[in-house]
Every structure is written in C-alpha cells, then in structure tokens.
C-alpha cells in the first residue's frame, strides 16, 4: 500500500516560501508581483520542453510526470514487517512443507515475495532462485535509472535556458539603449529566466531525481532481504535462525521496535 510522502511536498514549499519571505523582505508584496514575467516564463518552460523532445522519444517524455508523482509517495512497509512474514511463512512450511505455502501465499500483497515463494514451491534450485530474482531487481534498477534520466536532463537544462534568455535580454536592451522606457523590461527578460531556470533546476528537477534514486536503493535493499528470505523458506532453517539472520538487515532502532513487538506479542498469548 502506497501513502502520501509528505517531506516532498514540504520541501518545495518550504522552499518557496523562504524564497517569497526573502523577496517580501526587501520590499513589499508588490515586488513579489515583480518577479512574475511571463516572456521569461515563456523562454524556460517552452526551451526546457524543447530540449526534452529533442532528447527523448515522446512516449518518455510523458511519462516524466507519472515517474515525478513516485517521488510524492512511498510504500508502507517496514523491515520488521518483511521478516515477520518470512518467519511464518518458515515456521508452516516445517510444519507441514512447502506445498502446504500455497494456501496463504495468495494473501501476501508483495508480488515479488510471492514470484519467489511460488519458484520455491516449484521446486526450483537455490541458485536458479537467486538468479531469476536478481534479473529482476537489476532489470527494476535499469527502468528506474531511465526514468530519473528525464529529470536529470531538465535540471541540466533548466538553468542553460535561463542564461539563453538571459542573452535575448540583453540583446533586446543593448539594441534599445536610446529607449529608457524599454530598459527596464528587457532587463527583468535577463535576469528572471535565470532566476527562473535556476530554481526549476535545483527546488524540483534535481532534489526529485535525488529523491527517487533514494526509493530506488532502498527498494532493492527490500527485494534483496526477499531473496534471502526465499531461499531460507525453501532449504527448510529453522525459523529462529532465519529471523536472527534477517534482522542482521535491520538497524539498532529497528531491532529495538521489533524486539519490543515480540514482548507485547508474548504477553499477549501468555495472558490468553
């Protein structure tokens, strides 16, 4: 189950408020005004969308706004909960071997717990297990990789469009010198397209790609405690071991929450 990753949105807003108090600041809300040009606006969003369509075929291009919604949520799961899980699913499959797996396989959400349960079941070799496994986490990595591509490219031309129109302004103000009237204007061209590419560049563009990176590497340190879970379940260890092993995986807080889980656990069935 995915939730909403509120540090995201946060963050930008953050941002652009300190940005507004800072302008606000020195002035007034009339300068904030100021700072709306829609010429200068024109000139980063159309070059940046050009740039993207010269670099990537359409179909990427598109689907750059469902790769920027992944950095605006994260999926609810935790370490302690993903061993806990393996730990059942060891303990049944002792009891009563691993056929006996296919009845409550069907009830875990993860598709990739499942694909390598469902290998083990089928009898599948360790090594064969691991191998399928990882081909697909390097294969998750590569379609990753290529999404964030997008979004690293437009943080590299976001600020190069903002000086490109920083240049047409100085250009229109150095041929309009015998105009004042025009100077002003031509003036906030110059300087608000690199202000404007600038801040596309390092308040979303780059820190989402970051972002997303970051999902990206602790979704394959998940789906390798999978692999390892896998493979534990199938050779038949005892379940304690397989929890001592897994929870290696885990941080000293995080053992500390999942220790403190199994006492409530255990008080609980005592008191039954």
Do not use: C
Not at 164 to 186: F, R
Not at 210 to 232: D, W
């Amino acid at each position: 189950m995915k939730k909403l990753d509120m540090l995201t949105p946060i963050g930008l807003m953050v941002g652009l408020a300190l940005l507004l108090f800072g302008i606000a600041a020195n002035g007034g809300i009339a300068d904030i005004i100021s700072f709306i040009d829609p010429a200068s606006i024109l000139i980063v969003i159309g070059g940046l969308g050009a740039g993207l369509l010269v670099s990537f075929p359409l179909q990427n291009v598109r689907h750059m706004f469902t790769v920027i919604r992944q950095a605006f949520s994260q999926k609810d799961e935790s370490l302690g909960e993903l061993i806990a899980i393996f730990v059942k699913l060891a303990e049944k499959a002792r009891r009563e071997g691993l056929l006996s797996l296919e009845s409550v396989i069907e009830e875990v959400e993860d598709p990739f717990i499942r694909k390598g349960v469902l290998l083990a079941i089928d009898g599948i070799e360790q090594d064969v297990i691991h191998d399928i496994m990882s081909a697909e986490i390097t294969a998750l990595e590569e379609r990753h990789r290529k999404g964030r591509s997008i979004l690293e490219k437009a943080g590299e031309y976001a600020p190069a469009w903002g000086m490109i129109g920083t240049l047409i302004g100085l250009v229109l103000m150095l041929k309009s010198l015998n105009d004042p009237e025009t100077l002003g204007p031509n003036m906030a061209i110059a300087l608000l397209t690199t202000l404007y590419g600038s801040l596309l560049a390092n308040l979303f563009f780059i820190p989402i790609a970051a972002k997303l990176e970051l999902k990206t590497e602790q979704e394959v340190f998940m789906k390798q405690i999978v692999i390892e879970g896998v493979i534990g379940v199938q050779s038949g260890q005892n379940p304690k071991i397989l929890e001592e092993k897994l929870s290696a995986f885990l941080s000293a807080e995080e053992k500390n929450r999942s220790a403190e889980i199994s006492r409530s656990g255990e008080a609980l069935e005592n008191e039954r």
